[in-house]
């Protein structure tokens, strides 16, 4: 079958790093998004990684290990309006495209 | 400006009347999506539509239908409305079948439905 798994909060200090993981099991892997969402509002894309390694765009990194069924996102020099969900989805290719999210982790910035 | 445009936000309708949603995009991406989001279950894909008169299920795509007459829009019907449909949700396009650049997310519905 297919499986996303991310913790489903996390909490963290204005001005630190916080590491948001997750893990995946599927057939037809392509890539792996991540994407954040406010609360109430529309998803908005962060990140795609499709080869193994560590992508970085500015504050925020995301990491992919095909062999492991891997990826986090790392942001750094947390900022409160970074308090949203982080919503991990993997692409795949079987017979048909289809993009599957996982249930998101919900990330607290506290002062 | 580049954007999914959704209608209506905010809908509440009574069991087994008929609606539709609709999505239009203005730039002109091949490929389009429907998402409900649930607390707790994340983003489930209902239809795709990689282009026009081109649609597929996604994973729940049962009591809705589609259609993509037009490379822009992708409305989403739901012929018998039913309780278990009351959900968020989200059209999205994106070009290269969704990778690379990621979806563009339209602002969502909010469907209630009694």
């Known amino acids: 079958g297919q499986n996303i798994d991310q913790p489903t909060e996390m909490t963290a200090t204005e001005g630190a790093i916080v590491q948001i993981n997750c893990t995946y099991q599927?057939?037809?892997?392509?890539?792996l998004f991540w994407y954040q969402q406010h609360a109430g509002e529309a998803p908005t894309f962060l990140s795609y990684n499709v080869l193994d390694g560590l992508e970085e765009k500015g504050r925020f990194s995301s990491f992919l290990s095909r062999s492991k069924g891997y990826s986090y996102l790392l942001l750094k020099e947390l900022q409160m309006k970074d308090s949203a969900s982080y919503l991990c989805a993997v692409s795949r290719n079987t017979g048909g495209f289809k993009t599957i999210f996982g249930a998101g982790t919900r990330l607290f910035v506290k002062a | 400006e580049a954007q999914v445009t959704q209608n209506p936000r905010y809908l509440i309708t009574v069991t087994g009347k008929k609606l539709t949603v609709t999505c239009s995009q203005n730039m002109n991406h091949e490929y389009m999506s429907w998402y409900r989001q649930d607390p707790g279950l994340g983003l489930r894909q209902i239809y795709y539509s990689m282009n026009v008169e081109v649609t597929d299920k996604g994973d729940v795509p049962e009591g809705y239908k589609v259609s993509r007459k037009e490379k822009r829009n992708f409305p989403l019907i739901l012929e018998s409305p039913s309780p278990n449909q009351t959900s968020l949700y989200f059209c999205a396009s994106s070009t290269v079948r969704g990778g690379g650049y990621g979806y563009t997310f339209g602002s969502g519905t909010r469907l209630t439905v009694v």
């Open positions: 599927t057939s037809g892997f392509n890539g």
